[in-house]
């Protein structure tokens, strides 16, 4: 059974950085995409950020600048590091992944930016 299991969020004043990691298992196969989704309180999921498997890479305009994804493709591990935090970058994060058309979830990681 394909899993997902981020860490790395908490509680960092605006400004500061954070680094999520998302570590596959359950499977012998790489994931093609893998990618960072957010959830605000009363908002809708959005997305924050995609790779694909040979790590052609797309944000949100939100984050770009700010924000970079990168993989370890034989590891399925996707990370999120994250700059220049803003107070309306608190969401919970979930780590997502494609593997033969089906799409994975993490349980996600709390992140929140204080002003």
């Known amino acids: 059974q394909v899993q997902l299991v981020e860490s790395g969020g908490g509680l960092v004043q605006a400004g500061g950085s954070l680094r999520l990691s998302c570590v596959g298992s359950?499977?012998?196969?790489?994931?093609?995409?893998m990618g960072w989704y957010r959830q605000a309180p009363g908002k809708q999921r959005e997305l924050v950020a995609t790779?694909?498997?040979?790590?052609?890479?797309n944000y949100a305009d939100s984050v770009k600048g700010r924000f970079t994804i990168s993989r370890n493709g034989a590891r399925n591990t996707v990370y999120l590091q994250m700059n220049s935090l803003k107070p309306e970058d608190t969401a919970v994060y979930y780590c997502?992944?494609?593997?033969?058309?089906?799409?994975?979830w993490g349980q996600g990681t709390q992140v929140t930016v204080s002003s």
């Open positions: 997502n992944a494609e593997l033969h058309r089906n799409m994975y």
């Open positions: 359950g499977t012998i196969f790489s994931f093609n995409a």
């Open positions: 790779i694909t498997s040979g790590g052609t890479t």
